[in-house]
């Protein structure tokens, strides 16, 4: 199939091509599209032949759930059977933005998008691309993250066309995106609200509008013999191709003990990466040193994660040694998605 590229930014959202990639989701084609979270992969929520497309698409396995994406908050009430008074302040607080909520669904979400669920995720993104496709395919647009099942996410669109091209039938490139890590997951189908993915809207800002917040066992503690239960934190997401590591320790420990690894690594001759950070970046030797930005700056580590991660990948580095970041608010998103990537793999010196 013959994918074509649109180049359209926040600044003019709605141009005239915005209509015929509205049709293309209509007519049950696929179509990816920038969010401030991550690109996403869309297609028609209601209709179970254009979520069975997105899972071929993504060689992603069907029975791990698609997010609904919404232009309007009260369309949560077409999608669900009861929207609970905790949702209610969520959307007020927090959509549009890098919400996803979880509930039960209505009879209109095939069970194509949930993954055979009897819940529906819902989110209302702010970006006004998505905003805008969303109105202009007349209805509720299932996407999960626009990448090849198992990659990290695509914050620029180079990386959408690199895994989805002759996949789907319209790329928008919007440029960068401004938030670089999936939208948090709340489920507000039990008594107390749980958190399913941590990410831009942390637990102190849902604290700030709910009385009380659990987290799913599994993201604090990769020991947990429970199952996730959001089914894409079961599987080993976002693996960079070499063999990554995450050093904890002192900074002057940690850039002591990454050199030592490194060298010892190019004596077997293999390529070597370093996660570093703006601070201390000029002290590493790898083959190759990134920095995801100043440590003082969660949102700019966020932001440039998973576009280094793919960076490595595309320079073929086989062993990658990344430093650690704090837990605390949006840290905790950051070393989730980090730790995921790295197969928990971490060294403390
Ligand atoms: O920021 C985002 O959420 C991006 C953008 C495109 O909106 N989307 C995204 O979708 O990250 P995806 O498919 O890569 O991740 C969706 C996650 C998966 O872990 C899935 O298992 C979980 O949401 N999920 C979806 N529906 C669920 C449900 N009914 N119950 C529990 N987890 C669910
Ligand atoms: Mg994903």
Same mark, same amino acid.
């Given at each position: ?122 989110? +209302? ?14 209805? +509720? ?58 990410? +831009? ?110 960076? +490595? ?37």
């Amino acid at each position: 199939m013959k994918t074509l590229v649109y180049r359209i930014d926040e600044t003019n959202p709605n141009p005239p091509e915005m209509a015929e990639l509205g049709e293309i989701i209509k007519k049950g084609g696929l179509v990816a599209f920038p969010t401030e979270t991550v690109y996403g992969l869309g297609g028609d929520a209601l209709n179970p032949e254009s979520s069975k497309k997105i899972y071929a698409a993504k060689g992603r396995p069907s029975d791990n759930p698609l997010i609904v994406h919404i232009a309007a908050w009260e369309d949560i009430f077409l999608l669900t059977k009861e929207v609970p008074e905790a949702a209610k302040k969520l959307a007020q607080a927090f959509w549009p933005g890098p919400l996803t909520m979880i509930l039960k669904k209505s009879d209109r979400v095939p069970k194509e998008t949930t993954g055979g669920l009897d819940t529906v995720a819902i989110r +209302f993104p702010s970006h006004k691309v998505a905003q805008e496709l969303i109105k202009a395919s007349g209805g +509720f647009i299932a996407a999960p993250s626009a990448n090849l099942s198992g990659k990290p996410s695509p914050t620029i669109a180079k990386y959408v066309l690199e895994d989805l091209d002759e996949r789907v039938d319209a790329i928008i490139d919007g440029g960068d995106i401004p938030i670089g890590l999936e939208s948090t997951i709340v489920d507000l189908t039990a008594e107390e609200p749980m958190i399913l993915r941590p990410g +831009f809207i942390t637990r102190e800002m849902l604290l700030s509008v709910l009385d009380q917040v659990k987290t799913d066992p599994t993201i604090l503690d990769a020991s947990c013999r429970e199952r996730p239960k959001a089914p894409g934190m079961r599987y080993r997401h976002y693996a960079p191709k070499g063999d990554l590591s995450i050093v904890e320790g002192s900074p002057e420990e940690v850039i002591a003990y990454i050199n030592r690894a490194v060298s010892n690594a190019r004596e077997t001759e293999r390529k070597t990466g370093v996660i570093a950070t703006a601070e201390s970046a000029p002290y590493y030797s790898a083959d190759l040193v990134k920095s995801v930005g100043s440590r003082e700056n969660s949102g700019e580590v966020a932001a440039s994660l998973y576009r280094i991660l793919r960076e +490595f990948d595309d320079e073929n580095v086989e062993v990658i040694y990344s430093e650690s970041f704090s837990s605390e608010g949006l840290g905790e998103a950051i070393m989730n998605r980090l730790l995921k990537a790295a197969g928990h793999k971490v060294v403390r010196v």
